[in-house]
């Protein structure tokens, strides 16, 4: 079953803790993006990276890190700097920068 | 950087009217328009993208119309059903640099009356 996973779908964390959220993709993407969406409002784009091993920030990139170590994963890292980051999360990927991008189901992160 | 607008914010029509949804564009360096559809607690997908060289796509009741001229691109529904309703972006771009970014537009809430 090819396509775009996150994981865990819902995500419950206490202030002050750091948090990851996973996103793997058997597409063969080159881009992959991270993207915070929150109630009502569009994507906003945290950071994306193009090619294995690169990165580039987004609009909104601080108080969140990733990492991209191999084609297929882009975990995006929640710290404990970010000011509000209860909100709905998407992954997505694309064959290469300016293509269609596929969308994960998302993480539904809440920091109470 | 890449300023994104698109108008109207929300739209209300009667099933079977058409809806049009404009995108307006600040870099005229783009060369990639797509436009991407998110139902109520969904993904956001494609459903249908143009580039440059081209002014005009269709695909069954969607097209989308490009004017490069006045940075300005459009999705047009016609004969919409229900299942329309949902928020539409835009999220023109180009490869300006290597490590440029695609930024979506805010949205468009379109609901479709039975």
């Known amino acids: 079953d090819g396509g775009i996973t996150q994981s865990p779908k819902y995500l419950f964390r206490k202030e002050g803790q750091n948090v990851t959220l996973s996103c793997e993709q058997n597409l063969n993407h080159d881009a992959m993006y991270w993207y915070r969406q929150d109630p009502g409002q569009g994507l906003r784009l945290i950071y994306y990276?193009?090619?294995?091993?690169?990165?580039q920030k987004g609009d909104i990139a601080e108080g969140y890190s990733v990492s991209r170590e191999k084609k297929e994963s882009f975990p995006l890292t929640v710290t404990s700097a970010q000011k509000n980051p209860t909100a709905f999360y998407l992954c997505?990927?694309?064959?290469?920068?300016?293509?269609?991008?596929?969308f994960g189901p998302g993480t539904r992160l809440t920091v109470t | 950087g890449e300023n994104v607008e698109q108008h109207p914010s929300t739209l209300s029509v009667q099933e079977g009217d058409s809806a049009v949804i404009k995108c307006t564009y600040s870099d005229s360096a783009s060369n990639y328009f797509p436009w991407y559809k998110q139902e109520l607690g969904k993904r956001p997908q494609l459903i249908i993208d143009i580039r440059s060289n081209v002014g005009e796509k269709k695909d069954q009741r969607i097209a989308v119309t490009l004017n490069k001229t006045a940075k300005h691109f459009s999705l047009h529904i016609t004969e919409t059903q229900p299942e329309d309703s949902a928020v539409y972006f835009c999220?023109?771009?180009?490869?300006?640099?290597?490590?440029?970014?695609?930024?979506f537009g805010p949205g468009t809430s379109l609901s479709v009356i039975p």
């Open positions: 997505a990927s694309s064959i290469k920068a300016y293509y269609e991008q596929y």
């Open positions: 990276s193009q090619i294995v091993n690169d990165f």
């Open positions: 999220a023109p771009g180009g490869m300006k640099t290597s490590y440029d970014k695609v930024i």
